[in-house]
């Protein structure tokens, strides 16, 4: 999520793992026109991997914490009122009309396009082509405060 665009940086993988979170690291660094990227995660294991803390390493190798290309700061453990994604996972599956399958939400039963979905593929394509094109602002967003662009 870009906090200060209020858009979500999407990218489809078939999986969640560290190989396909190092891309996507190296996805938001080339969208991100040379700043310094600070990252909010939940406890994923791929997010605590060798794999992904080695990359980091490397990008991040003879910089002080403070001029570090990629910063990540881990969410409290099953906590994922702390966690914007799930607010936008919510309003994307509402939109399109998918069942929620998150523990976290409630099921919302007012679905918007559900009649009208004819495919799997064509609804994976409605929930990209909604989170492509919203800007997103909820209360959650708030949660971490003020920030500008950093060099």
Partial sequence: MDYLERKLL???????????????LQYLLTESDNQRLLIFWDGATYHRSKEIQSFLDE????????????????????????????????QAKTWVGSRSVSLAQPLVEKRRFCALIPSFSH????FEWFIRHTTFDFPTLGMYGVFSKIK
């Avoid at 910089?63 to 966690?83: D, G, S, T, Y």
């Avoid at 609804?123 to 409605?126: A, C, E, H, V």
Wanted: with cysteine.
């Fill in 10 to 24: 999407l990218k489809s993988y078939d999986r969640g793992n560290s190989k396909n979170t190092i891309d996507y």
């Fill in 59 to 90: 990008l991040n190798q003879g910089l002080a914490p403070e001029q570090w290309k990629i910063h990540c700061v881990r969410f409290a453990p099953n906590c994922p009122e702390q966690n914007p994604i799930e607010d936008i996972w919510l």
């Fill in 123 to 126: 609804l994976k394509w409605m």
